[in-house]
């Protein structure tokens, strides 16, 4: 248990402190990529910098060379219940393998979906409204991509019949028996089940702030596979206070999920099996298949369509963002686009930001320049078309394939993935501007810092090798900041109704997105790793403050190389939010490939203690 490190700043100052000469993004730009890993050393105070990470999935391989912008961009179903149970709805989702066409030119793809679906039904549930949802397995024997059976062959049981899943609702405040970790997985009509499996009907009790939640597969070892397959789908937390705000609703709501895929000719999906030459290959040690560290696809798919088209009016349109890539980063524009000469001219309507992962922003706020958006995070924004009558738009993205927080850079050797998604805006339609957004969206109530009963020093990691040589990505402590395998430990374990200060160093040289499980917290700040002793108070004063994006409840941060980002999370129930919840959630990156490979960890809430005393020894 780390010391509780006193704060030496007052409420007032998490919004307003002084800002650094220099952003973090502005002193990352300025390096440069190819200085990035002595920035990283340099600034945590290491004798030795840490070694590049591998350049992500570089193979030979390139998907068929498809026509872009030909077809439209599908919406997902939205899911019907089933029944009910104790009166509450009841659904039945079951995971299925199809043939689903991603391109009009382009043969079938089979894919993995749930109901059959990919991106899978969007399921919508009322604040305070339980559901109950069973996760059905019936998929077939063998996975639909090779498998690496080294990675944790030791708690795996690899030589099991049937493929192993188990689907985690991400932003859900929800007990551990329905939380779908890792270890509780199992097999087609649960024939087989993991070590942590509890329960068949999963009970989400919808007790937080309305948000763009989605749920996905996490089982342990293959979440990467399993998702790249399809498995993953929207869960919209709805509530009476946020249809009053009048925002663009029904068919001006769209749900959009951003990835990436690559395609062989025959439709089939791609995957690398090999790692290659770049990434420490070309050794008989090395499994076939096996694990890559990263991976990035070339072709941009939106709901299930690649290089897609949206047909909007020239209004306003309410757009829910979730990058569901297994590594790839997007910051993103609206831009104005010739079709015909594939040019790209100046700016298109700003993003108007209202919400992100864990529901509404206390106000809207227009993003100037780019959106930045990690694996996993939400952004849910509203764009006015208004000013953009007959006109076309690419959704473009300048973020290279292996991100550090710079934009603009090109990666030699990885794909990058500029245009996303193209907007036709309609001559005619139903007006309606973003002038008619309410200044005050909700009210989010601060976690204190004076309340903070612990502080803990996390470091991100990626210089230790597995058993073949490979590069293991490991999340550490202020004791262990090497790292600790998934497999090790309790090392976080708050009691319920303890407010922490987790502070995330980052001391590889690319970007990770870190997620937390049940709970939502707040952004305090950055700063570089050189300039922040665990050992030492944390000055909010001299923190580089959260952008726009980062404010109100967030379950995922992203944590550049050579910096430490520090979040305040309270554990259980906050002002009349959210609600109390023991017993072992994970924390990990929500690059998938690192959760896979290792950069996962279990955490603990305890119960109170009967004396008063939060702390459990």
């Known amino acids: 248990m780390l010391g509780h490190h006193m704060l030496t700043c007052t409420m007032s100052d998490r919004t307003g402190g002084p800002q650094p000469v220099i952003s973090r993004r502005e002193l990352l730009v300025t390096t440069g990529g190819a200085s990035i890993s002595a920035l990283a050393g340099c600034s945590s105070g290491e004798t030795n910098p840490p070694p590049a990470e591998s350049a992500g999935t570089i193979t030979d391989h390139s998907s068929p060379d498809l026509e872009k912008w030909v077809d439209e961009v599908p919406r997902p179903d939205v899911a019907e219940p089933s029944g009910t149970k104790d009166g509450q709805p009841y659904y039945e989702v079951t995971m299925r393998e199809v043939e689903q066409e991603l391109h009009r030119d382009l043969p079938l793809t089979t894919v993995w979906g749930y109901d059959g679906q990919f991106p899978g039904p969007t399921i919508e549930a009322e604040q305070g409204e339980p559901t109950y949802v069973q996760w059905t397995n019936d998929l077939p024997d063998e996975h639909l991509l090779p498998v690496d059976t080294t990675i944790h062959d030791d708690i795996i049981p690899y030589d099991m019949p049937g493929v192993r899943t188990v689907t985690h609702l991400h ?89 990436d895929r690559s395609f062989n000719e025959d439709g089939s999906l791609f995957y690398p099996t090999v790692v290659s030459d770049e990434q420490g290959g070309s050794d008989d040690s090395h499994p076939d298949p096996s694990i890559v560290p990263q991976f990035y696809g070339d072709t941009s798919v939106v709901n299930g369509k690649a290089w897609p088209r949206l047909s909007v009016e020239p209004r306003s349109y309410r757009f829910r963002l979730l990058n569901g890539s297994n590594s790839r980063f997007y910051t993103l524009k609206l831009l ?66 292996q991100y550090r927080g710079e934009v603009g850079s090109t990666d030699d050797d990885i794909v990058s993935l500029p245009e996303i998604m193209l907007v036709d805006v309609g001559d005619t339609g139903n007006t309606r501007d973003d002038d008619q957004l309410p200044d005050k969206l909700t009210q989010v109530p601060e976690i204190p810092v004076e309340s903070v009963d612990n502080n803990r020093y996390l470091t991100l990691n990626s210089g230790a090798t597995d058993d073949y040589g490979r590069q293991l990505h490991l999340l550490g402590t202020a004791q262990d900041q090497d790292g600790l395998e998934m497999g090790a430990p309790v090392t976080e374990d708050p009691s319920l109704g303890d407010t922490e200060i987790w502070s995330f160093a980052n001391r590889s040289a690319m970007s990770h997105p870190i997620h937390l499980h049940l709970v939502h917290f707040q952004m305090l700040g950055r700063q570089s790793n050189g300039d922040y002793d665990p050992e030492d108070k944390i000055d909010l004063d001299a923190l580089e403050t959260p952008e726009p994006y980062e404010r109100g409840w967030n379950d995922v941060i992203t944590v550049d190389p050579g910096e430490v980002v520090h979040v305040i999370v309270h554990f259980g129930e906050h002002d009349g939010l959210f609600n109390d919840q023991t017993g072992t959630y994970m924390w990990h990156c929500h690059m998938v490939e690192h959760e896979d490979h290792d950069m996962m960890r279990p955490f603990e809430v305890r119960p109170r203690s009967d004396d008063g005393d939060t702390r459990i020894e």
């Open 336 to 401: 104005q686009y010739d079709e015909s000469s594939g040019d790209i001219g100046g700016d298109g309507p700003p993003f108007v930001q209202i919400g992100n992962d864990g529901g509404l922003l206390s106000s809207p706020t227009k993003i100037d320049d780019r959106l930045e958006i990690g694996s996993s995070q939400r952004a849910d924004v509203v764009v006015d078309f208004t000013k953009y009558a007959g006109e076309t738009l690419v959704l473009h993205n300048n973020a290279p394939a």
């Open 171 to 259: 932003g859900g405040n929800i007990e551990s028996e329905s939380d779908g970790q890792a270890q509780a997985w199992f097999t087609r009509d649960f024939q087989e089940t993991g070590p942590k499996f509890e329960k068949k009907d999963y009970y989400y009790v919808n007790d937080q702030p309305p948000a763009t939640l989605w749920y996905h597969d996490h089982a342990l070892g293959i979440t990467r596979l399993n998702v790249y397959a399809g498995l993953a789908g929207f869960y919209l937390l709805r509530n009476d206070h946020e249809r009053n705000l009048d925002l663009p609703d029904g068919e001006y709501e769209i749900p959009l999920v951003l990835q």
